[in-house]
């Protein structure tokens, strides 16, 4: 069976080069080589099993994306700011940036062009948010093949029986389809901590609801590899060269 072409920009993103946005702004710059040729239209399809690579300019380009780390407090929303909320991303300032950030890395707001956050978190929850100019990061944490987990230490007010344990960590539904199974323990007396593989609208807390407890804090700790650890609240770092989601 023939192979049906495709567009450059959707092979490259499905291969985890970049998202498609990146990849048609390589495209129109020449950065993109076709089985060793430069494609610089836009649209340009190809065979699916054609050699793709992004020229060394390009790929320099791309080494210089920034990805931050930001610890989100309560009253900030994740992305563009909504009923008089700010953005986390206002705090990505010099001032901000983290004493012990290792990377040593200079901030420049050239660095916020293009930033967009790589899974949420809601406004009246804290802890770790990334936000990043690079789509093989962003895919990594939120693409439709993700694998990556996150962990989160939630407070609940309300009795928790046995099976409502075994429910959260698997047998719900939300909005019609079941929940992938989840890893859901006691941290303490009033903590629960989460770890997830999927990241619906307020579901822990919309979990907590389906077993009558009520989440009275809730902080991510943790995406991957990756861990809050020290950064203090409302502070960011850089990811640093040697760091996986």
Aim: hydrophobic share 35%; glycine share 10%.
């Amino acid at each position: 069976m023939t192979e049906q072409p495709e567009r450059i920009s959707k092979l490259m993103a499905a291969r985890g080069m970049c998202s498609r946005r990146e990849a048609d702004r390589y495209i129109e710059r020449g950065l993109v080589l076709v089985d060793g040729e430069v494609v610089s239209e836009l649209g340009t399809k190809v065979s699916p099993s054609a050699k793709i690579e992004l020229a060394e300019a390009g790929q320099k380009r791309q080494d210089m994306q920034a990805t931050f780390l930001i610890n989100k407090p309560i009253g900030y929303v994740s992305a563009q700011p909504e009923d008089g909320h700010r953005p986390a991303s206002d705090l990505l300032t010099r001032e901000n940036q983290w004493k012990d950030d290792r990377t040593k890395r200079a901030f420049h707001h050239g660095l916020l062009r293009g930033l967009a956050p790589a899974g949420r978190l809601d406004i009246d929850s804290n802890g770790l948010l990334v936000l990043t100019q690079d789509g093989r990061v962003a895919r990594r944490i939120i693409g439709e093949d993700s694998d990556v987990d996150k962990e989160y230490l939630v407070r609940v007010d309300g009795h928790l029986s046995d099976q409502g344990l075994k429910l959260l960590n698997h047998g719900l539904e939300l909005d019609g389809k079941p929940l992938k199974p989840a890893k859901v323990t006691w941290q303490n007396q009033d903590q629960l901590r989460f770890i997830l593989r999927e990241g619906k609208k307020r579901q822990i807390r919309r979990m907590c609801e389906l077993v009558d407890l009520k989440v009275v804090g809730l902080k991510r700790i943790r995406i991957g590899k990756v861990v809050l650890g020290n950064l203090p609240d409302g502070q960011w770092r850089y990811l640093g060269p040697d760091e996986t989601f």
